[in-house]
């Protein structure tokens, strides 16, 4: 079982580029999230995703578009990079229980992203 | 806005000592839960406690949740090097919308 895996580890944008940061997991995982961590600032939720074909905005969505066509990875696009989303990138998934979340994520090692 | 902040933001302790982190919370919730990160790593999850639980324990890790208060504690006993870390409290509200919500943190160093 690889778990989360996030690709790159590490990536430099130019301001108004576009990219994609992946996401697979190989557990069956049902949620997957994604979640930008910035100093003195926690984790804060982008968007996330209950199943296949279902996506949701989390609290910091504006920049971002996410899809889910299958149940193992989870996209996340930059469409225009600004220097604000200089950041470390998090996917998480979990197996939700009785309509909540109610379980552990489970994070991959992170995307650290410089726009310049 | 984050949900959880914890206290303290940063704490120093020595090898063998109990470490003591502190998490209060805003709205109601469905559980709360602890995850540790090492430096440039994901997260990790530690434990999850319900809110109809007012302790839980796992290992070295004890947890209380008062939710008349809002907060939680986690207490690491008898601290090793490994332990270095930084400690996050998340939150899953009880409106059903699936969230996890993290507080911004406390940053452990236990000194050998």
């Known amino acids: 079982n690889a778990g989360v895996t996030q690709t790159p580890k590490f990536q430099v944008l130019k301001t108004g580029q576009s990219m994609t940061l992946q996401c697979a997991q190989d557990m069956n995982h049902e949620y997957m999230s994604w979640y930008r961590q910035d100093p003195g600032m926690g984790l804060r939720l982008i968007h996330y995703?209950?199943?296949?074909?279902?996506?949701d905005q989390g609290e910091v969505p504006n920049g971002y578009n996410v899809s889910r066509s299958t149940t193992e990875d989870f996209p996340l696009r930059l469409l225009s990079a600004a220097p604000s989303q200089t950041s470390v990138y998090f996917c998480a998934s979990s197996y939700p229980r009785g309509g909540l979340l109610d379980s552990p994520l489970h994070f991959g090692n992170g995307t650290r992203l410089t726009v310049t | 806005s984050q949900q959880g902040e914890e206290d303290p933001q940063a704490l120093s302790i020595q090898e063998g000592e109990n470490a003591t982190m502190n998490c209060s919370y805003k709205?109601?919730?469905?559980?709360l839960q602890w995850y540790r990160q090492n430096s440039g790593r994901g997260l990790v999850h530690l434990i999850l406690i319900r809110s109809n639980e007012r302790e839980k324990h796992s290992g070295r890790l004890r947890v209380t949740l008062d939710t008349s208060k809002k907060s939680s504690s986690l207490l690491i006993t008898a601290s090793r090097a490994a332990d270095t870390a930084s400690y996050f409290c998340?939150?899953?509200?009880?409106?059903?919308?699936?969230?996890?919500?993290f507080g911004t943190g406390t940053r452990l160093t236990i000194i050998p």
């Open positions: 995703s209950v199943g296949a074909g279902i996506t």
């Open positions: 998340a939150t899953e509200g009880d409106f059903g919308n699936e969230k996890l919500t």
């Open positions: 709205t109601s919730i469905n559980n």
